[in-house]
């Protein structure tokens, strides 16, 4: 699939790139794509939720009432979980959601989420740019001069550029990442994918090393 390279006010430069068939036009995997996504989100759980059980609750032990002849339910401690205030039966404790991948199960998930941008002409190629100092004014310029300013968009970036990660850090539809933090979250959550052409060169060789 070959692209023509655009700058940053969205003309075309002259330049073209081919994207890499084994990684951008390979026939996608579904089951792949929602492994590594599942995987994703659970490593980003905290996992710190607790209650307290019977055992945990501060409170008397002193039988409430007696046990028989008062005509209602028995009553052995303030304590019991039936009662306002006390413990919880099998609530929640501290936890680790996550869990193991194969790296080559994220791979393909990876080339499955590209190829579906790919398919869906959903992918800009950008001649490599930067900012002489953190502006949103230039940033959001740049979205509307690309056409992708109403839609959430990624930009991926070959390394990390702190006046291009400042400058889009406040705009809710826009995302910067470098090749290196790509996920197949971020892929499938953008409607855009902005990539710079250093960034396409690192991505195929990433992928298919």
Known sequence: ?????????????????????????????????????????????????????????TGSTKKLIRQKGSGGAR????????????????????RDYSFKLNKKVKTLARKSALSYKAKDNSIIVLEDFS??????KDFVSMLKDLKVDNRKMLLVLPEKNEFVFLSARNLEKADV?????????????????????SSVEMIEQTLNA
């Open 131 to 136: 900012f002489e100092a953190p502006k949103t």
């Open 1 to 57: 699939m070959q692209l023509n390279v655009l700058n940053i006010k969205g003309e075309e430069t002259g330049k073209t790139v081919t994207l890499n068939d084994a990684v951008f036009g390979i026939e996608p995997n579904d089951h792949a794509i929602y492994l590594d996504v599942k995987q994703h989100l659970a490593n980003k759980r905290q996992g710190t939720h607790k209650t307290k059980e019977k055992g945990e609750i």
């Open 177 to 197: 990442i470098t090749t290196s933090g790509l996920n197949t979250y971020k892929i499938m959550d953008a409607v855009s994918l902005v990539l710079t052409e």
């Open 75 to 94: 009553r052995g401690s303030v304590k019991s979980p039936v009662l306002v205030g006390g413990g919880r039966i099998f609530g929640p404790k501290p």
